[in-house]
């Protein structure tokens, strides 16, 4: 059995393609599972315990346009895959899978043997392991991510003598309205304590220098670094805080004690697990979005704005007690 999972989105979707990805390879121990990424996804992808080769479709710059559609859609169809899975609704997932060849494609999108309705309201873990059920490879939702070998030289020398608690902050999100401002992750850095390690790509490195600017302390700043580090370090932390964003759930899946800031985004499209916990003010206004409005609809972002940084260092700093993880200042 070769199945491919077609899911060209973000980062953190890749992230909860891994109880799926899991379930197959447990169903069909000497198949092969074939992931079909974006090149943000992919390292990630490579790190999903079960993912035997990863596929980088390039949508919006090399792949982009009916002549890539085409190229990826050929690289599949030589692979000779089986069954294709295409948590993704749209029609340029839908055509990825049926140019595949494969002969069973279940999915959301068009063009899918098997085309099953989406129920929005379901957790993202849930949406994929349905389709791998109808495959008849059922699973359990729990995210697991693998930390990069190659890495661990980077990240013990990128954190050798940092006094701990060593607090991963990832304050950068793909869409604005799920930012919370520089001033506030100055602030909660100081109420931690530790060290705070700065992740996120090279479109967080203003924020991340205007943050260590506000700190009044020292912080460790990798911002811009690749996924595959960011992962490295982030699998080295004794927490992890940020947004609802791809980095946040690269932690998660390693199993790091995780506060997640919710905004404009949904709290119940996510399953947590020991050692997680969501931060969010439950304003009647959220949530407003499924990935986060260019702005606030109302005008105000009072979900970020109002979310004041004591308390997300209280939900914080119980993991780290909870964790057994010793910290240097404690909320106040």
């Not at 069909?28 to 993912?51: E, F, I, K, S």
């Not at 946040?248 to 709290?267: K, Q, S, Y």
């Amino acid at each position: 059995m070769h199945a491919l999972v077609v899911h060209p989105a973000f980062l953190g979707d890749t992230v909860f393609l891994g109880p799926a990805v899991r379930a197959l390879k447990a169903r069909w121990p000497g198949g092969r599972v074939t992931l079909v990424v974006t090149p943000r996804g992919a390292p990630a992808a490579r790190l999903l315990p079960g993912c035997d080769q990863v596929v980088v479709f390039d949508k919006r710059r090399a792949d982009a346009g009916p002549g890539g559609l085409w190229r990826t859609g050929r690289r599949l169809r030589e692979l000779a895959p089986d069954l294709a899975l295409v948590p993704h609704r749209s029609l340029r997932s839908g055509l990825l899978a049926w140019l595949s060849g494969a002969p069973r494609r279940i999915g959301y999108a068009p063009l899918c043997s098997e085309r099953l309705r989406l129920d929005r309201s379901r957790p993202f873990v849930e949406r994929i392991l349905r389709l791998a059920e109808r495959a008849g490879a059922p699973g359990d939702a729990a995210l697991s991510l693998s930390p990069p070998g190659e890495q661990a030289a980077y990240a013990g020398r990128t954190l050798a003598g940092a006094a701990r608690p060593v607090v991963g902050i990832v304050p950068g999100a793909e869409w604005a309205t799920k930012r919370w401002g520089a001033d506030r992750w100055a602030e909660l850095a100081r109420l931690l304590g530790g060290t705070t390690v700065l992740l996120g790509g090279p479109a967080d490195r203003e924020l991340a220098a205007e943050i260590g600017r506000r700190a009044g302390r020292p912080v460790l700043d990798t911002t811009g670094n690749t996924i595959e580090e960011a992962v490295a370090l982030l699998a080295r932390c004794d927490l992890v805080v940020g947004g609802d964003t791809g980095l946040v759930h690269c932690a998660r899946a390693l199993g790091r004690p995780t506060a997640v800031l919710f905004g404009p985004t949904h709290v119940d499209r996510h399953l947590f697990g020991p050692g997680e916990v969501p931060v969010s003010l439950g304003l009647a206004c959220q949530p407003c979005h499924d990935h986060g409005p260019r702005t606030c609809p109302l005008g105000h972002h009072d979900c970020m704005v109002r979310l004041e940084p004591s308390r997300v260092a209280a939900a914080a700093g119980a993991l780290l007690d909870g964790a057994g993880a010793p910290r240097l200042n404690h909320p106040g």
